[in-house]
């Protein structure tokens, strides 16, 4: 078993992704400065001897690199950032300082401390509104926020460091992620767990525009093991791979799975749609089974019964 330092661990996929870690039997070193990030997400892991958390900024010069000479991890699984888009655009240079720069303290604590493996949370963001559907790794890159840009500079950084100075990358461009944890506060949220809040409270979901804008949401259970996979996995090598399922589902389909759940919710709410909203994004999920041995397993109807009902599987204690 392997140690594996998470950063971001706090996160919504970050905790995760240390939960299946720990659940693999591997030990932990959990990072995070709460930007975004909570502790109670790490409830579970905090009882476990095998995890320790460290608060710490990741974009401070020296931070990561000091405990990444201490303990040694066997790999990095590099999730902490800005995460949304518009906070992106509305202060480029701290997307430029968390998405950028951090990256590259990553890539020099690796090459400095002889870590093996860098698994790094990229995003179909970079591919912005590609043409082609389903979407391949070899697809335009046209990101059309600071925040795609941000990812594709990160990969080429990352992937750059690996080749040059002998250890392991594997870029995960992730499509829409969803499950427990989400952090619905924010109007920029996933759409299904913006769903879930109004599902919860018994109000109408809110569609901009006619609702058959389609996305690839992938459970972050699953999204979870492909990191696990990506970090542990005998025999990966650098690469890049999309993390999706390679099925479409509408806004409208996903209304009418959480008004099938009981008790019920009232029929949608229609709003114009927003300017620059992507229509379809689907992807192409073949190179992470190639690379990684990688399918997703939960469907959206599945993952959404969990995030209603709590998970099917035992927590981990
Ligand atoms: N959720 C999605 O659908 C999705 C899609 C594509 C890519 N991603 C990427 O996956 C990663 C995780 O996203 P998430 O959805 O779990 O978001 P999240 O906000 O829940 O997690 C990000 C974590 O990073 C921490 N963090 C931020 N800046 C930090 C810093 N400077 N130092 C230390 N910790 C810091 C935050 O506190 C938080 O715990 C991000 O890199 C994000 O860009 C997410």
């Known amino acids: 078993m392997a140690k594996i330092l998470v950063t971001g661990a706090a996160g919504f996929i970050g905790s995760h992704t240390v939960d299946c870690l720990l659940g693999e039997g ?22 476990s001897a095998a995890f320790a958390l460290h608060e710490l900024d990741v974009a401070e010069p020296g931070a990561l690199a000091k405990l990444i000479a201490a303990e040694k991890p066997a790999a990095i699984i590099h999730l902490a950032a800005l995460v949304s888009v518009q906070e992106s655009i509305a202060n480029p240079a701290l997307n430029f300082s968390l998405n950028i720069a951090a990256s590259q303290l990553v890539a020099e604590a690796a090459r400095l401390h002889g870590v093996g493996r860098v698994v790094f949370a990229s995003s ?96 972050v259970r699953d999204v979870a093991r492909a990191n696990v996979l990506a970090a542990t996995r005998p025999g990966v090598t650098s690469g890049v791979a999309n993390i999706c399922t390679g099925r479409a589902t509408s806004l409208l389909d996903l209304a009418a799975l959480f008004a099938s759940h009981p008790p019920g919710s009232p029929p949608p709410t229609h709003r114009p749609a927003r300017t620059g909203d992507i229509v379809h994004s689907l992807g192409d999920p073949t190179a992470a089974t190639a690379a990684l041995g990688f399918t997703a397993q939960v469907t959206v109807a599945e993952g959404l019964h969990e995030l209603i009902n709590g998970p099917a599987i035992p927590a981990l204690s």
């Open 26 to 47: 591997h030990a932990v070193v959990g990072v995070d400065n709460f930007r975004t990030g909570r502790r109670e997400n790490l409830a579970s892991a905090l009882r």
């Open 124 to 219: 179909a963001a970079i591919y912005g509104d590609a043409a082609e559907r389903p979407i391949r790794e070899s697809a335009e890159k046209l990101p059309v926020s600071p925040y795609g840009a941000a990812k594709l500079a990160s990969e080429a950084l990352l992937l750059g460091h690996g080749a040059a100075y002998g250890f392991t990358v594997r870029c995960q461009r992730y499509f829409n992620v969803f499950g427990p944890r989400q952090d619905p506060s924010s109007p920029y949220s996933g759409v299904i767990s913006i769903f879930a809040r109004s599902y919860r409270e018994g109000k109408s979901v809110v569609i901009f525009g006619d609702g058959r804008q389609t996305r690839d949401f992938i459970a």
